[in-house]
């Protein structure tokens, strides 16, 4: 018979991983969570928290992960490094999905720089095209004002 080893996840790790992500502070993270308990919450019971490979508290639980707008479930399941592995092992740099990738980067920069400049270059034309009948016509009132016709 085999036996699967379930690697256990870290919550007070994925609790720290989604503050990051989220951009609070323990500090920070501490405060909205206080204002969500309506009771003190220090920095250091975050770091302690975080510490934590299991919280038994479920409202405790509950209240973090909706101030981080995640799900408990999600805090008490997700494995960042299995998600990388998997992510790692299906992405080899030239297809997504299994879908091949045809183009370079360099390429689609080229691409966007040709149609700008072509863009340019038309404008350039269209504006210089317009200048000269306009000297035309500054030369002919000129004409006009010297011979008084």
């Known amino acids: 018979m085999e036996t699967i080893s379930k690697k256990t996840v870290h919550v007070g790790r994925n609790i720290q991983k989604f503050r990051i992500l989220r951009g609070y502070s323990q500090g920070g993270l501490a405060g909205m969570l206080e204002e969500k308990r309506k009771k003190p919450v220090s920095q250091q019971l975050i770091s302690d928290i975080e510490d934590r490979a299991v919280i038994t508290d479920e409202e405790l639980l509950q209240q973090i992960a909706e101030v981080l707008n995640v799900t408990p479930d999600i805090l008490k399941t997700w494995d960042i490094d299995a998600a990388i592995n998997i992510y790692s092992n299906t992405f080899d740099g030239h297809s997504v999905g299994g879908q091949q990738i045809n183009y370079h980067p360099i390429d689609k920069?080229?691409?966007?720089?040709?149609?700008?400049?072509?863009?340019?270059?038309?404008?350039?034309?269209?504006?210089?095209?317009?200048?000269?009948?306009?000297?035309?016509?500054?030369?002919?009132?000129?004409?006009?004002?010297?011979?008084g016709k």
């Open 109 to 147: 920069v080229v691409e966007i720089y040709e149609k700008q400049k072509a863009e340019l270059k038309e404008l350039y034309e269209t504006q210089k095209a317009e200048l000269k009948e306009e000297i035309k016509e500054l030369r002919r009132e000129i004409e006009q004002l010297k011979y």
